[in-house]
């Protein structure tokens, strides 16, 4: 059966195939993104959003289908899921642009042998004379993509801590953890929202086990 799409909304019906192909780690896996997802310190809507914010970053047209969907679901508006994705916008883009501070340190040859270090995010500030009206433009829309609006501060605040766990910068965890507190996120509500992007991560890998199913089969 040969086609030349990659995604299909059908091809999600094969997911199930791997509670036969590797049954007990799909089924963990299963248990685990309900568990993830479920109601607790923060509520469904505001998990749903967030995956649905995640999935953008990790590009899974499948997530994006079913998590949207589930969101709607939650009674959640075209504006509020909105503001989600344009803070997975930023976050995704910030990333970037945070690591650019190591960058900085290779280019100038610092020759200190630690690559991570909170200290040298203070670098950053450079960018506004290295190529100041682009980095202008990035800190502009950053600050629009975080402040209050259908969505409070606190749950943008959560949704970015999710997707710096995505994107693995260990800069805007610093960042946006510091602003949460500030925000009054709990400890515990922290938690469920790393767990939510766990679940999301692991579930784009997931999902596209549907494509290497095509792929297997020849079916492309």
Do not use: W
């Amino acid at each position: 059966m040969g086609k030349d799409s990659l995604y299909q909304k059908s091809d999600i019906n094969r997911l199930g195939e791997f509670s036969k192909l590797s049954g007990e780690a799909f089924r963990a896996f299963v248990n685990f993104d309900h568990k993830a997802l479920a109601e607790g310190k923060l509520s469904s809507k505001l998990k749903e959003l967030i995956a649905v914010a995640v999935a953008h970053v990790t590009g899974c047209p499948y997530c994006i289908e079913l998590h949207v969907n589930q969101v709607k679901k939650k009674e959640t508006t075209k504006e509020e899921m909105a503001e989600a994705i344009m803070v997975a916008t930023a976050l995704k883009a910030g990333s970037a642009l945070a690591h650019s501070v190591n960058a900085l340190n290779a280019y100038d040859e610092t020759g200190d042998d630690e690559l991570y270090k909170a200290s040298y995010f203070n670098r950053l500030k450079e960018f506004s004379s290295l190529h100041g009206e682009a980095f202008k433009s990035f800190v502009s829309f950053d600050l629009q993509a975080m402040k209050a609006g259908k969505l409070s501060v606190k749950e943008k605040d959560l949704i970015a801590i999710a997707i710096a766990h995505v994107t693995g910068c260990p800069y805007c965890i610093e960042d946006h953890v510091k602003r949460a507190k500030k925000a009054q996120v709990t400890k515990e509500e922290m938690a469920e929202a790393i767990m939510v992007a766990t679940a999301l991560k692991a579930g784009s890998a997931m999902a596209h086990g549907i494509n290497a199913l095509n792929a297997y089969d020849e079916r492309i």
